[in-house]
């Protein structure tokens, strides 16, 4: 079975502090998209990479496709950044939905 | 940006009755929408794949005679519950893909909790 796996579950950490979240994959894809899930349940997109890295303000995604393996970071973490962090797959040669990952539960105290 | 509006966002019913949930895009046409669903502490799961003007594709293990879902045109889907069952209470959240887009970013409405009592 396809499967997305992401790594830590749950995350406490300092305001200011440098975060980083991983996701890894088991097989070939052909995008995979970084979701942020506020606690009223709402999911916004905050990158979709086929590879290399992308940089959005203080968030910066990367993706190695040999590896089978994307990260998030979030610099200079701020209590707003609190959410859960999804990472999504759309498989290779697959149907077009995307299969999830259970999420990162982000937690930034002030 | 593009927003894609869902309603309700909250619904409470008996079990028996039916439901219906919308989804709109509504600055930017869609051929393609999809409904997920998701259990407490749960990842999300797809559960089907609309496409405007044609029957939706549902993925393995839901059933299509209890969630109907209807993509009449290309900025509204509906996804209904059909007798609804305790069993059913999720939150069920829709995406867009925009016309104009390939494998780029999906727009995600605010998401819909169910209640089945």
């Known amino acids: 079975k396809n499967e997305v796996e992401q790594s830590p579950q749950n995350l406490t950490a300092q305001e200011g502090e440098f975060i980083t979240i991983n996701c890894s994959y088991s097989?070939?894809?052909?995008?995979l998209h970084w979701l942020q899930q506020h606690p009223g349940g709402g999911i916004v997109s905050l990158f979709m990479?086929?590879?290399g890295k992308k940089k959005h303000g203080r968030l910066i995604a990367t993706i190695n496709i040999q590896e089978k393996h994307s990260s998030l970071h979030i610099t200079a973490s701020h209590p707003r950044d609190s959410a859960v962090y999804i990472c999504?797959?759309?498989?290779?040669?697959?149907?077009?939905?995307?299969?999830f990952g259970k999420g990162t539960h982000l937690i930034i105290q002030p | 940006g593009a927003v894609v509006s869902q309603h309700p966002s909250r619904v409470i019913c008996k079990s028996g009755t039916s439901v219906k949930i919308e989804c709109r895009s509504l600055?930017?046409?869609?051929?393609?929408m999809f409904w997920y669903r998701q259990f407490p502490k749960q990842s999300l799961m797809l559960m089907a794949t609309?496409?405007?003007?044609?029957?939706?594709?549902?993925e393995q293990g839901v059933e299509k005679d209890k969630f109907l879902i209807n993509h009449a045109s290309l900025t509204l889907s509906t996804l209904t519950v059909t007798s609804a069952h305790p069993e059913d209470s999720s939150f069920y959240i829709c995406?867009?893909?925009?016309?104009?887009?390939?494998?780029?970013?999906?727009?995600f409405g605010s998401g819909t909790q169910l209640s089945v009592l």
């Open positions: 995406s867009a893909r925009p016309l104009s887009s390939s494998n780029e970013k999906l727009f």
């Open positions: 097989v070939g894809i052909s995008a």
């Open positions: 990479l086929s590879s």
């Open positions: 999504a797959v759309r498989w290779r040669g697959g149907a077009d939905g995307l299969t």
């Open positions: 600055d930017f046409q869609a051929t393609t």
């Open positions: 609309s496409n405007e003007g044609s029957k939706a594709t549902y």
